[in-house]
């Protein structure tokens, strides 16, 4: 199939940019999502010009470095799919496809298709772990956690940090990304001793890292490749509570 | 921002509660009522006085927070999740405040239609006739529709930010969290039902006081 | 000349114990005195990078990513293994070093496998401390199973994504680290060089993939952690940037490189679809137990699978290993479909794909129940594919997958060149020549967490910390050479593309150094290499400029290397007259086609010295000598 492309292209960061145009022509629907445009970067080169920059790396839906916003929607149209797994035969012979980066105050382009995501890692470096030494932790079998338990710190902890949701929010929030970590942590009895300690200084981080507030949009959720779940910014609302009542008491 | 918003909430549960009294032909006696406490009044008057301030003050500080932290939007952008009420909370909220200040200088303040001010007029049990200006506003197609926009306006606002304001709480949860935006969405529809069809109905004539 | 792996004498169970008594501390107070570059940030190195923080030294950490949390570690799915026996099914640490062991076909170290197996309990423990969620029962108790043809219940797991959630773990340790200041990340940072000042590695040259600009840095010890070398086959599993540069780079500088033939291929990916693919995805290997492989009887069969009736098809891998059936280990299922596929009875539309199929397993369970095990699975193969294998077989293909060689380190995971410290995948040290399923995870965590923060004190304790700054004459010269290298690719300005080269390199290595290698095939590799060699540095075209983000830059220097490395590794397969493990010289096979290992004449590592592109590399041999085990003969019929 033969499709256009309306691609952003950005020199670098202090440079602007624009929608440039481009033709694939004999697209298979075989193809990944990337693969087409490795190929469109295929005969760019040859003709010269230089080829579209995006962030990928493993290709298998599961490293969180692939991030384009599609046709205005973060990885594109198939639902808890990133670009890397999305193929082309969700798309037909003549259609226009609209390529953005990720686009919030937090994530400055780099490069065309490629942002600089490292306020996601300040946002982990403030608190997002279990302060725990390696070496002198007792026996895994310890500390028994329930089935429930380990199974929302599991599918809280599944975020791959590809930061769709800070791409999906009106607000340019990294809400969903927080509360997620603030999940898997607090669900388990390991993580409860600093819990009221981390949710405060993680969203301070968030807001000093230049992520906007939520508002309950829950694009986020809908974005997700992963389909981390808002409830998490419900929980992570009921820790911060929790924590500033604490406090004052 | 949703403690706030809650407590807006309530009050405006309790306004129509009260203001439905119309339908009964008891808003008079219910006005005065109210009138016969004045430190309650007053100590409630204040209240919701901070809770709006604080509230528009939040409300724009978070909407220019989060306007920055957006500064680039995309050529295209599919919402999907999203709504017109989501993305225009402060808008649907400030022209509620701008309503707000009209509302009270038309009905408690009453100078915006001093002929039928319910402070100059009385009813035939000599209690301040506040149905009475109720009723003779409303027959003004225009004072109607400053109403009924108002009304929507606020409508919009709540369908979102009831259940908002449970999330920001963290009340809800996985399970609630579906059961909260619909009982969200229709207390604002049941709330803008109550309010709207007050100017509506005397406007069309149904309700003469 | 001989090499000596410096393992500790004394009982097997007790070596790691009297070694760790016998190696020197470094005074705490002093340690923030000494450097630490960890290139890489995967397992191995955000394991590393965070425990040598946390001991007080002062670390700077790289990875090619934007974030080390995306290190390859992160897409392995099945689990990891520890001896803990919580099942209670006969399992120990002396039986999982046996199983790991005799899986690398006994061409490991002993006493390296041993403190493997022992530190893999720590391992579990470290991470169910750092909030890793690994799968529960009912009761709370973490939950086992059995994985890769295991006959005991060893392995811990994350749903299918036990890499990532243990390197969220490591990378939480690690951010604590950045927080606390003794660790200094550059993400988007490649390693071209290793500086080597008087025989030591003293430092490393660095691209900063954003500006551009190359930059030294000096250090007291140097840790690559840079992870596997199977996109060498263009086509693996691995992610698109891994790459042989960093390992590579040090081998050119005078670091051996061990068993570097040793190469695992994993029978459960997914088919390539065309030309067009750049990469391949695996699908868990839980898969076998329930599907069941088959081609059809006939050559060019074009019916579809469900036209075929059942005395049509050939259930190859029940037929010839009855006893294993479709469980046969990796190397016997990858073998075998390349065989029928290379009959002309492979399928789907390139013609090299084999059915796995599910209906008997539906019939029997029914579906939910396949749902309940592998509906993500199914998910994920529909989503590549569009194919629904509820209602019609999957296909699936070997494909590179794992590397066993890397440099040569010793006990200490030092390699030849003092200071320098090789860890997890990117090093040869722990599975021989083949890995067992769910033991990668195991060793690079060991590695990160265990071994080098012991280890790596006994090197420092006699170095002078800060001995090298930048300034010294040698990481000048790194950075030209570097800077000429960079140069010297952007000038050429050829017809094809570096995708063109490295898709050519890989047809290359996988039809000659791949599952089945031949004396003749591997000389024809020998001779079209440096063919293919020669014909990049004339006709290659790299775009852009060396002053900003350039992946095309990025990718034309780790297919140069590619290029070179492919030599070695062909080299190294020929050199090794016997089958073994991942490496199956068809000359050296049983009657029935199972590998036939010589344990008189090649139970040693092989590794090689760079001696300049023009000329053969050494090689150096360090014996493998077994006290603990017998060397059995693998069978699985
Ligand atoms: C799909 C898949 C599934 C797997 N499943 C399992 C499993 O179930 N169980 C199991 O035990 N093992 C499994 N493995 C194997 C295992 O995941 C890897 O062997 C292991 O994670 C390697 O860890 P590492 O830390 O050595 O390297 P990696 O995780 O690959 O990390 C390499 C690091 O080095 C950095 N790097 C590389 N080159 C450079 C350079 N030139 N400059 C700077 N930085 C560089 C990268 O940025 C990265 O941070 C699987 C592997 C794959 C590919
Ligand atoms: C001048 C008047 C008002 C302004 C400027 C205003 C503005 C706002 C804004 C900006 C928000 C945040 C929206 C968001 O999360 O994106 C908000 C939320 C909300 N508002 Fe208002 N508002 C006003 C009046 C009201 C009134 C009268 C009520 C109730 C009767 C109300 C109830 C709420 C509720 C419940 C929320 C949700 C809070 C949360 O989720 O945290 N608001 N308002
Ligand atoms: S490239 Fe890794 S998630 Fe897409």
């Known amino acids: ?249 | 921002m949703a403690v706030t918003g809650q407590i807006l909430v309530l009050f405006i549960i309790i306004h129509m509660i009260g203001n439905s009294a119309i339908y009964s032909g008891g808003l008079n006696a219910y006005a005065d009522r109210l009138h016969s406490l004045p430190l309650l009044v007053w100590i409630f008057r204040l209240v919701m006085l901070t809770m709006f301030s604080l509230h528009i003050v939040f409300g724009i500080g978070l909407y220019l927070e989060n306007r920055k932290a957006k500064p680039d939007e995309y050529a295209i952008r599919k919402d999907m999740r999203a709504t017109f009420a989501s993305k225009n909370m402060v808008w649907t909220g400030l022209l509620t405040g701008v309503f707000l200040v009209y509302h009270l200088l038309h009905f408690t303040i009453q100078i915006i239609h001093p002929e039928s001010a319910a402070l100059s007029n009385s009813d035939a049990s000599g209690l301040p006739d506040v149905s009475g200006m109720v009723v003779q506003s409303f027959q003004d197609a225009g004072v109607s529709a400053v109403y009924v926009f108002a009304v929507t306006a606020l409508f919009l606002h709540l369908s979102h930010g009831i259940q908002s304001s449970f999330q920001s709480t963290g009340i809800s949860s996985e399970r609630t969290l579906p059961v909260i935006i619909k009982t969200g969405a229709i207390t604002a529809l049941v709330l803008f039902l109550g309010y709207v069809s007050i100017p509506v109905l005397i406007y069309i004539g149904l309700v003469k006081g | 000349m001989l090499l000596d792996g410096k393992c500790p004498s004394g009982p097997l169970s007790e070596k790691w114990e009297r070694h760790r008594q016998n190696l020197k501390l470094v005074n705490p107070a002093n340690k923030r005195k000494y450097t630490i570059l960890v290139v890489g940030t995967g397992l191995a190195g955000a394991s590393a990078a965070a425990t040598l923080g946390e001991l007080g030294y002062n670390v700077e950490a790289f990875c090619y990513q934007d974030s080390p949390r995306r290190g390859h570690s992160i897409a392995a799915q099945g689990g990891i293994n520890a001896a803990k026996n919580y099942p209670n099914d006969g399992d120990s640490i002396f039986r999982l070093f046996y199983d790991t062991i005799k899986g690398g076909d006994f061409r490991a170290r002993e006493a390296n496998v041993y403190r493997l197996a022992m530190l893999s309990n720590n391992i579990i423990d470290q991470c169910v401390a750092q909030g890793v969620p690994f799968a529960r029962d009912y009761a709370g108790y973490l939950d086992n199973r059995s994985f890769g043809g295991a006959q005991v219940s060893r392995t811990f797991y994350a749903r299918g994504q036990t890499g990532q959630q243990l390197l969220l773990g490591a990378y939480a340790a690690l951010m604590r680290q950045v927080k606390a200041g003794t660790v200094r990340l550059h993400p988007r940072s490649e390693m071209l060089d290793v500086v080597i000042i008087d025989g030591e590695a003293k430092g490393i040259t660095v691209r900063d993939m954003v500006t551009g600009h190359v930059g030294s840095y000096a250090g007291d010890a140097v840790c690559l952690c840079t992870g596997g070398y199977a996109n060498v086959f263009y086509l693996s599993t691995n992610a698109m940037g891994s790459n042989v540069t960093a390992a590579y780079r040090a081998y050119k500088k005078g670091a051996f490189f061990a068993n570097p033939c040793y190469t695992q291929i994993h029978p459960t990916c997914i088919p390539v679809s065309g030309e067009h693919q750049s990469k391949l995805t695996l699908m868990s290997e839980s898969l076998r137990n329930d599907g069941r492989v088959w081609v059809p009887k006939m050559n060019g069969d074009k019916r579809t699978p469900n036209e075929i009736p059942h005395a049509e098809r050939d259930y190859f891998l029940e037929r010839k290993y009855p006893g294993f059936g479709n469980l046969a280990p990796r190397d016997i299922a990858s073998r075998s479909a390349k065989e029928v596929c290379d009959e002309g009875r492979g399928t789907g539309s390139s013609g090299f794909g084999v059915y796995l199929d599910f209906e008997d397993a539906i019939k029997r369970l029914g579906e939910s129940v396949i749902r309940e095990r592998y509906g993500n699975l199914f998910e994920m193969y529909d989503r590549i594919t569009g194919e629904d294998a509820y209602k019609q077989p999957m296909r699936i293909y070997p494909a590179p997958h794992y590397t066993m060689g890397g440099l040569w380190v010793d006990y200490n995971l030092q390699s030849n060149v003092p200071g320098l410290f090789v860890l997890g995948e990117a090093n040869f040290s722990d599975h021989g020549a083949n890995r067992l399923g769910a033991s990668a995870l195991m060793q690079g965590l060991a590695d990160g967490y265990f071994v080098i923060p012991y280890t790596i004190a006994g090197y420092l304790a006699q170095a002078v910390p800060g001995r090298v700054t930048a300034a010294h004459p040698a990481f000048i010269k790194s950075i030209e050479d570097v800077n000429s290298l960079t140069k010297k690719l952007l000038s050429i300005n050829g017809k094809k593309t570096v995708n063109d080269f490295h898709r050519e390199l890989g047809r290359i290595m996988w039809e000659h150094v791949g599952m089945a290698r031949s004396e003749e095939g591997l000389k024809r590799a020998l001779k079209l290499i440096p063919e293919l060699r020669s014909e990049f540095w004339q006709n290659v075209k790299v775009p852009g400029s060396s002053e900003n983000l350039n992946q095309e830059l990025e990718k034309a220097g780790r297919v140069a290397d590619f290029l070179e490395f492919g030599e070695l590794m062909a080299r190294d397969a020929l050199n090794r007259e016997e089958s073994c493990g991942g490496h199956f010289r068809v000359e050296h096979q049983m009657p029935d086609g199972e590998a036939k290992r010589d344990d008189k004449n090649y139970c040693y590592v092989a590794a090689w010295e760079f001696k300049g592109l023009n000329y053969e590399p050494d090689m150096h041999k360090e014996p493998l000598t077994f006290e603990n085990v017998a060397l059995a003969v693998r069978s699985y019929k």
Request: proline fraction near 4%; include cysteine.
């Open chain 1, 1 to 249: 199939m033969n499709l256009t492309l309306f691609i952003w292209r950005q020199k670098g960061r202090d440079t602007k940019g624009s929608l440039e145009q481009y033709e694939a022509k004999d697209i298979s629907t075989e193809m990944s999502f990337l693969e087409m445009l490795d190929e469109v970067n295929e005969q760019l080169i040859k003709n010269n010009q230089e080829p579209i920059a995006f962030d990928h790396d493993c290709r298998e839906g599961i490293c969180g470095m692939c991030s384009q916003v599609i046709n205005g929607v973060p990885h594109g149209p198939q639902q808890r799919t990133t670009v890397c797994q999305l193929h082309m035969r969700h798309f037909k012979d003549g259609d226009s496809i609209y390529i953005e980066p990720w686009r919030a105050r937090a994530f400055p382009v780099i490069k065309d298709l490629i942002t600089d995501r490292s306020s996601m890692d300040s946002i982990i470096q403030a608190g997002g772990y279990i302060s725990v030494h390696t070496g002198g932790v007792p026996d895994a079998n310890a500390v028994l956690i329930s089935k429930e338990n380990a199974d929302t710190a599991m599918d809280a902890s599944e975020c791959i940090g590809c930061g769709a949701c800070v791409a999906a929010c009106p607000n340019g929030s990294a809400m969903l990304f927080t509360a997620a970590k603030i999940t898997h942590l607090a669900s388990l009895p390991q993580g409860q001793i600093e819990a009221a300690r981390r949710v405060c200084i993680m969203t301070e981080a968030m807001l000093q890292n230049g992520f906007g507030n939520c508002s309950n949009h829950y694009e986020c959720q809908a974005a997700c490749p992963k389909g981390i779940r808002v409830s998490f910014i419900a929980k992570l609302n009921r820790e911060f509570m929790k924590a500033h009542l604490k406090d004052s008491v």
